[in-house]
């Protein structure tokens, strides 16, 4: 069975210290939209974008967005459990923004699902002159830890598409039209094959 013309579901959580531009990065994906004064996060916000990619698949992204001030930190279990992918996000111009990413790419490669497709994402390109963490150095830690990497601006939308649409990528999607039940870790309640739940297609229920 092939994956094409077939839609997939996914959760999609946003993690990363406060004011690096999560909900900023959400906006210009879902909304091709910035706004440069933007209030903080409170508690976490959900939004749904959906990419169609080159071979007629459809990956339906459920977004949550959390919020990164520390009084929230106990959340974001909540947010990350069941995840089939996590964006976790830093600022190019705050050192400590990275050590944060890491702290949360810990958490989840100890606590969320064992196959969770985690990006590393180093924000605000448009700010070069003020630069503080060189690509090469965020890019040794992605290989490392084994994440996707992309450097992005949600001002100008630099990488904003291809960032997620990398992710959607990343989706073991032929394994999951090959064996619903036999997925790489993903749970059945959070991925669903819409088709199969519109009754268009075969093959067992999830
Ligand atoms: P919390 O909700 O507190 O966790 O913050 P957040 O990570 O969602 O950050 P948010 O998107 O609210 O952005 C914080 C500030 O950074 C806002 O003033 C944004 O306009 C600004 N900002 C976000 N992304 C970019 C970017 O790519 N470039 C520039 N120059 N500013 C950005
Ligand atoms: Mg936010």
Same mark, same amino acid.
């Given at each position: 069975m092939s994956t094409q013309? !077939?839609?997939? /579901?996914f959760k999609l959580v946003l993690l990363g210290e406060s004011a690096v531009g999560k909900s900023s990065l959400v906006t210009r994906f879902v909304k091709d939209h910035f706004d440069e004064y933007r209030e903080s996060t409170i508690g976490a916000a959900f939004l749904a974008q959906t990419i169609s990619l080159d071979d007629n *698949? +459809?990956?339906?992204f459920e977004i949550w967005d959390t919020a990164g001030q520390e009084r929230y930190k106990s959340l974001a279990p909540m947010y990350y459990r069941g995840a089939n992918c996590a964006v976790v996000v830093y600022?190019? +111009? /705050?050192t400590s923004s990275l050590d944060k990413a890491k702290s949360w790419v810990d958490e =989840? /490669? @100890? /606590? &969320?699902?064992?196959d969770i497709v985690i990006a590393l994402a180093g924000n605000k390109t448009d700010l070069e002159a @003020? @630069? &503080?963490i060189e690509t090469k150095t965020a890019q040794e830690y992605a290989d490392e830890a084994g994440l996707l990497f992309f $450097? +992005?601006? &949600? !001002?100008t939308a630099h990488n904003v598409t291809e960032l997620? *649409? &990398?992710i959607a990528k @990343?989706?073991? =999607? $032929?394994q999951l039209a090959n064996n619903p039940r036999g997925r790489r870790g993903l749970n059945a309640r959070d991925q669903v094959d819409l088709d199969r739940a519109n009754g268009t297609s075969d093959g067992c229920a999830c």
């Open positions: 013309g !077939k839609t997939y /579901q *698949t +459809t990956v339906k600022d190019i +111009t /705050q =989840l /490669q @100890r /606590q &969320a699902d064992p @003020r @630069r &503080a $450097e +992005t601006s &949600a !001002k997620f *649409t &990398a @990343r989706m073991p =999607l $032929e």
